[in-house]
């Protein structure tokens, strides 16, 4: 038997035969030309092709793995609307007289080189998109049909890496896990698994060698393990792991449409936390109260060098309220800075970046790009339950400026007689002990509030989460954090508003019962932990 280790991203227990998927391959030749005008009309309309195609995509995914996850395909469409890609194409064509097939791969290679190692970049973690769009150029160009993935009989699907338009034509009848060489936790392949819940493994490396093919193999998606012809004994093991873990998921999957309430008759309410659009899809089948936390700083990462516009926000926030259905986003403004750089905007380069420019210091200070943040969010709200919420807040002044500035977006939207949720919520994190301290002030003139347990807890230890050497200190359950926890949620009651815990310990088990006498509105968690959680809820006494 050999065991292999990757990463686990999409949990559950396949057991077959590995099969190693065969991708097209293209001889790309470096052929001279004598017009290039030509040369760019063939790749124009070989992009104008891929876009349609694409677009052929997107609707066809809708119905399988819903619209939100199905948006991810947009990203494609950025890459071919990137005029840094397709100028660099056509410069490789004009400059050195080459044919179009030879610019792509080339412009290609030049374009992940750059952008795919920056943390910032939208790039980054999406390499497969990049190469999944030069791929449907080339098949384009080469006059190929676009063809399906055909698979006979159940598989361990296993590959170098996948592309997102590959794992999403996958049938999860046929495939029955994934393994893969290569990939991010993060990429939109990864997405598509997780929504298909086909069991997968990535990163393995060199380690998954061609000479596996055809052998039993098992994927423990919960361990990030793959076992390659089993022994008798890991078989059996993993074989009841798979019953148990079937059972485990029918009975969360009773849970849905139940409430979370204790034994005694105690509520409190489950959201979830996300990052994008595409995690909504998860939230909606994990039954979730709401979104009790967005956050949309993931927006302004995912969008590379360029801010993020207006209207791509509102739409962002439009198709997230109209998936809800009427269930409530609370949305966090932007929160760059610290461990959360941009591209698009630069903050980093001082000592202590976890204590420096960022949260709404950085909104207070960027009015413009605050401005057009707020107005996206107004606007989708017409469309839905959303409410706003500002972090890192340390001071009623910037609690105050922030609600000045928001005044101002909303008399702005009246006069060009656009529509807005006119009573929209307005909340703030307490992340801040002074936050903390003057949470009774705070809770005077804001409408909610949200613990968010992980900075409140690296700043009254006096100590970054991240930092190794002093890891065996960090303590979430620390006698002063809860006792802070008791004193927010007291304040935030006696002026009749709600709270909830957003931070990593909203999903500790072992947390809950404390926080659930302590009075604690509602617990956000990762849209997987959701139901898990009420589970634990309902079996409390």
Do not use: W
Request: charged share 30%; proline share 2%.
């Amino acid at each position: 038997m050999i065991t292999l280790t990757g990463k686990k991203i999409s949990e559950g227990i396949a057991i077959g035969r590995l099969a190693f998927y065969k991708r097209g391959k293209r001889e790309i030749r470096r052929i001279y030309v004598e017009d290039s005008k030509r040369e760019v009309l063939r790749f124009q309309k070989a992009c104008e092709r891929a876009e349609l195609e694409i677009r052929e995509l997107y609707t066809s995914m809708v119905k399988e793995i819903g619209e939100i996850n199905a948006a991810m395909f947009e990203m494609q469409q950025m890459i071919l609307d990137d005029s840094e890609y397709t100028d660099a194409v056509k410069k490789i064509i004009v400059d050195q007289r080459l044919n179009a097939e030879y610019a792509v791969k080339e412009a290609t290679e030049h374009f992940l080189d750059k952008y795919a190692s920056r943390d910032a970049s939208y790039v980054r973690g999406h390499e497969a998109d990049v190469r999944d769009v030069a791929s449907r150029i080339l098949r384009i160009l080469a006059r190929v049909r676009l063809g399906k993935l055909m698979i006979d009989e159940p598989l361990i699907m296993a590959s170098r890496d996948l592309y997102p338009s590959e794992a999403a034509q996958l049938e999860k009848s046929k495939v029955l896990g994934i393994v893969t060489m290569y990939g991010s936790i993060n990429s939109h392949t990864a997405t598509i698994t997780r929504t298909k819940e086909i069991p997968s493994v990535i990163g393995l490396g060199e380690a998954l060698k061609k000479e596996y093919e055809g052998k039993l193999v098992i994927i423990d998606g919960f361990e990030g393990k793959v076992y390659i012809e089993p022994d008798q004994t890991t078989l059996t093991k993993l074989q009841e792991k798979k019953k148990n873990s079937r059972r485990n998921i029918e009975t969360l999957e009773r849970l849905k449409g139940k409430e979370n309430v204790t034994q005694s008759g105690q509520k409190i309410e489950v959201s979830a936390n996300i990052g994008s659009k595409e995690d909504i899809e998860s939230v909606l089948r994990n039954d979730a109260s709401g979104v009790g936390l967005f956050r949309s700083e993931f927006i302004y990462r995912d969008n590379g060098i360029k801010f993020p516009t207006e209207e791509q926000q509102f739409q962002i926030y439009k198709l997230a309220s109209e998936s809800m259905g009427g269930k409530r986003i609370v949305i966090r403004t932007a929160d760059i800075g610290g461990e959360k750089d941009v591209e698009c905007m630069e903050v980093s380069g001082e000592v202590n970046p976890i204590m420096g420019y960022r949260g709404i210091r950085v909104s207070l200070d960027k009015e413009e790009m605050f401005k057009e943040q707020l107005r996206a969010i107004l606007r989708a709200s017409a469309f839905g339950r959303l409410a706003i919420m500002f972090p890192m807040i340390s001071s009623m002044e910037e609690a105050r400026a922030a609600k000045a500035i928001l005044e101002q977006v909303k008399q702005d939207l009246r006069n060009e007689k656009c529509l807005f949720d006119e009573e929209i919520e307005v909340g703030v994190m307490i992340e801040t002990p002074a936050a903390v301290m003057i949470s009774g002030e705070l809770a005077r003139e804001m409408d909610f509030f949200s613990i968010g347990t992980n900075d409140l807890t690296q700043f009254t230890l006096a100590m970054d989460r991240s930092n190794r050497r002093i890891s065996g200190y960090y303590n979430p359950k620390h006698p002063a954090l809860l006792k802070m926890l008791r004193i927010v949620t007291n304040n935030v009651h006696l002026e009749g508003k709600k709270i909830s815990i957003t931070g990593d310990l909203a999903a500790d088990l072992s947390m809950t019962d404390q926080f659930i006498k302590m009075g604690i509105d509602e617990l956000s968690v990762a849209p997987n932990q959701i139901l898990p959680l009420r589970k634990h809820i309902r079996e409390l006494k």
